[in-house]
């Protein structure tokens, strides 16, 4: 869905008085309809029945291919020009220019902070980086082979039996707060579950570095002398965490949204986003991309592979996307950011299948016909390898840079007078009333 830009609406030829006319050729009636934003309300339907007593028109939308399920301010998306904006700023210039907690506060609060604001922002999240001791023997409860993203998305979960408070949701301050604490927390958790899987002691955050590179010093620290890597490691994960930060209502973000709007803790809300994004179709393809790089092995078995995707035996992880029909801009990002990580750690031998890959798949009549192009996930798998992820943590990444577009996506929505508890309707196809059959009967 390409999101309707604000500018171009208003200024649209009768924008405002549009409106829809449906002729209903059941029973002959015409209706009219507002057009707002380019949309009709699917409740004005309703009012189109045959009769008094029928329920009224629905649409039928699986997986909401064209419905609008909120306004939203934070991100905009044209999925057939390739472009990312976080509230207005192109995704290009926010990768070049920006910081991740500088990218935070902006999807957040809708303005990029002054120095004064964006002090007090990262010393805020840097000192809410610790977590409950709780935690720790929590995690220390997985099996020794537990997935990390299985492990995050019940530690998050597990944040709202530690701040009750978080359940008032009526007040804005504790909302900030909570808002504060994940983002602040999600590395500590990912860098927990990693330690805990690879049987290392778990290291705690340290308040003298940048989120970032704390983050991979509590992945990485082994032994008493302080971790050190190389600032262009640090930057290069700053603008992953950056491309990734919002991508409007993507799966996880709906599910964010859709269980937040049953007025739950915003703990319960992210952890169910964690769940939506662990999903080999979501935030999970960069894992299923590097699987998949490692079992086609030589560039010479490629031809093989594509025969069988063609034939539909299986899909090119890392390619296509619901909305981007053109390019993923954050794939283009991300290509520059390989050359940055392999200048420091040298190049990842799958780096050549992934480029032929592209090559041969951006040349072939199936891929083109379907509009299918490298997306965030096609090269971010081979970043994080070279940095020292195992696989299971790819997804973990994802959802470390997602947390700041959940948030704001859930505070948004607490704000919006059109939200109510999602509830969709179904068509039912399944029998009609019939009477219980005794079990002897069966
Ligand atoms: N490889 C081969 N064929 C594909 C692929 C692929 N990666 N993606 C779509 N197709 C085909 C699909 O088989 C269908 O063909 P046909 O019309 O002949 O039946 C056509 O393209 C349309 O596919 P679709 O499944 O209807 O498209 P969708 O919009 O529902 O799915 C998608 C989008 C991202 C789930 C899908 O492209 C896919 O499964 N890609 C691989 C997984 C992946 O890389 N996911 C990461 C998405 S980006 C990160 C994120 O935002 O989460």
Same mark, same amino acid.
């Given at each position: 869905?390409?999101?309707? *830009?604000?500018?171009?609406?208003?200024?649209?030829?009768?924008?405002?008085?549009?409106?829809?006319?449906?002729? =209903?050729?059941?029973?002959g009636q015409s209706y009219e309809l507002p057009i707002t934003d380019g949309t009709?309300?699917?409740? +004005?339907?309703? *009012?189109?029945?045959?009769?008094?007593? =029928?329920?009224?028109?629905?649409?039928?939308?699986?997986?909401?291919?064209?419905?609008?399920?909120?306004?939203? +301010?934070i991100t905009f998306l044209d999925g057939d020009a390739g472009v990312l904006r976080y509230r207005g700023y192109p995704i290009e210039q926010l990768a070049e220019k920006s910081s991740f907690l500088e990218v935070a506060y902006l999807l957040v609060y809708g303005e990029l902070p002054n120095q004064q604001q964006l002090d007090r922002w990262v010393h805020d999240i840097t000192h809410h980086t610790f977590v409950h001791e709780n935690v720790r023997t929590f995690m220390q409860?997985?099996?020794?082979?537990?997935?990390?993203?299985?492990?995050?998305?019940?530690?998050?979960?597990?944040?709202?039996?530690?701040?009750? +408070?978080?359940?008032?949701?009526?007040?804005?301050?504790?909302? +900030?707060? *909570?808002?504060?604490?994940?983002?602040a927390k999600m590395p500590t958790l990912g860098a927990f579950a990693y330690r805990h899987i690879t049987g290392k002691p778990f290291v705690y955050p340290n308040n003298e570095l940048s989120y970032s590179e704390n983050f991979?010093?509590?992945?990485?620290?082994?032994?008493?002398? *302080?971790y050190t890597v190389d600032p262009r490691i640090v930057r290069a994960l700053d603008v992953l965490f950056i491309l990734h930060a919002d991508h409007e209502q993507n799966c996880s973000t709906s599910a964010v949204r859709s269980v937040g709007s049953s007025q739950v803790d915003p703990y319960s809300a992210v952890?169910?986003?964690v769940s939506a994004l662990y999903g080999p179709l979501h935030g999970g393809a960069n894992e299923a991309v590097l699987k998949m790089l490692r079992r086609i092995e030589r560039v010479e078995n490629i031809p093989d592979f594509m025969e069988g995707v063609k034939a539909g035996?299986?899909?090119?992880?890392?390619?296509?996307?619901?909305?981007?029909?053109?390019?993923?801009?954050?794939?283009?990002?991300?290509?520059?950011?390989?050359?940055?990580?392999?200048?420091v750690t040298g190049v990842n031998p799958l780096l050549e299948i992934a480029v032929e890959l592209e090559k041969i798949a951006l040349g072939d009549e199936y891929f083109v016909k379907r509009k299918l192009y490298p997306n965030v996930d096609f090269y971010s798998g081979l970043i994080y390898e070279a940095l020292g992820m195992p696989e299971d943590m790819f997804t973990v990444l994802f959802a470390i840079g997602r947390t700041p577009g959940w948030v704001a996506q859930w505070r948004e929505m607490l704000g919006d007078k059109d939200q109510k508890i999602s509830r969709p309707r179904q068509v039912y196809?399944?029998?009609?009333?019939?009477?219980?059959?005794e079990m002897s009967a069966r």
């Amino acid at each position: 869905m390409t999101t309707q *830009q604000p500018t171009a609406t208003t200024d649209a030829p009768g924008s405002g008085n549009e409106t829809l006319t449906i002729v =209903d050729n059941r029973t002959g009636q015409s209706y009219e309809l507002p057009i707002t934003d380019g949309t009709i309300r699917a409740t +004005e339907l309703r *009012q189109i029945k045959v009769s008094d007593d =029928d329920f009224g028109l629905m649409t039928y939308d699986p997986a909401f291919m064209n419905t609008a399920s909120c306004r939203s +301010e934070i991100t905009f998306l044209d999925g057939d020009a390739g472009v990312l904006r976080y509230r207005g700023y192109p995704i290009e210039q926010l990768a070049e220019k920006s910081s991740f907690l500088e990218v935070a506060y902006l999807l957040v609060y809708g303005e990029l902070p002054n120095q004064q604001q964006l002090d007090r922002w990262v010393h805020d999240i840097t000192h809410h980086t610790f977590v409950h001791e709780n935690v720790r023997t929590f995690m220390q409860g997985f099996r020794y082979d537990a997935h990390p993203m299985g492990m995050l998305q019940s530690s998050v979960g597990m944040l709202s039996t530690l701040y009750p +408070e978080a359940k008032d949701l009526t007040d804005e301050e504790n909302n +900030e707060l *909570q808002i504060v604490r994940l983002i602040a927390k999600m590395p500590t958790l990912g860098a927990f579950a990693y330690r805990h899987i690879t049987g290392k002691p778990f290291v705690y955050p340290n308040n003298e570095l940048s989120y970032s590179e704390n983050f991979l010093s509590m992945l990485f620290t082994t032994g008493v002398p *302080q971790y050190t890597v190389d600032p262009r490691i640090v930057r290069a994960l700053d603008v992953l965490f950056i491309l990734h930060a919002d991508h409007e209502q993507n799966c996880s973000t709906s599910a964010v949204r859709s269980v937040g709007s049953s007025q739950v803790d915003p703990y319960s809300a992210v952890a169910a986003g964690v769940s939506a994004l662990y999903g080999p179709l979501h935030g999970g393809a960069n894992e299923a991309v590097l699987k998949m790089l490692r079992r086609i092995e030589r560039v010479e078995n490629i031809p093989d592979f594509m025969e069988g995707v063609k034939a539909g035996k299986e899909r090119l992880m890392g390619f296509g996307h619901r909305v981007y029909k053109n390019f993923d801009p954050r794939a283009t990002i991300i290509k520059k950011a390989c050359d940055d990580v392999f200048e420091v750690t040298g190049v990842n031998p799958l780096l050549e299948i992934a480029v032929e890959l592209e090559k041969i798949a951006l040349g072939d009549e199936y891929f083109v016909k379907r509009k299918l192009y490298p997306n965030v996930d096609f090269y971010s798998g081979l970043i994080y390898e070279a940095l020292g992820m195992p696989e299971d943590m790819f997804t973990v990444l994802f959802a470390i840079g997602r947390t700041p577009g959940w948030v704001a996506q859930w505070r948004e929505m607490l704000g919006d007078k059109d939200q109510k508890i999602s509830r969709p309707r179904q068509v039912y196809v399944g029998p009609g009333e019939r009477d219980y059959v005794e079990m002897s009967a069966r």
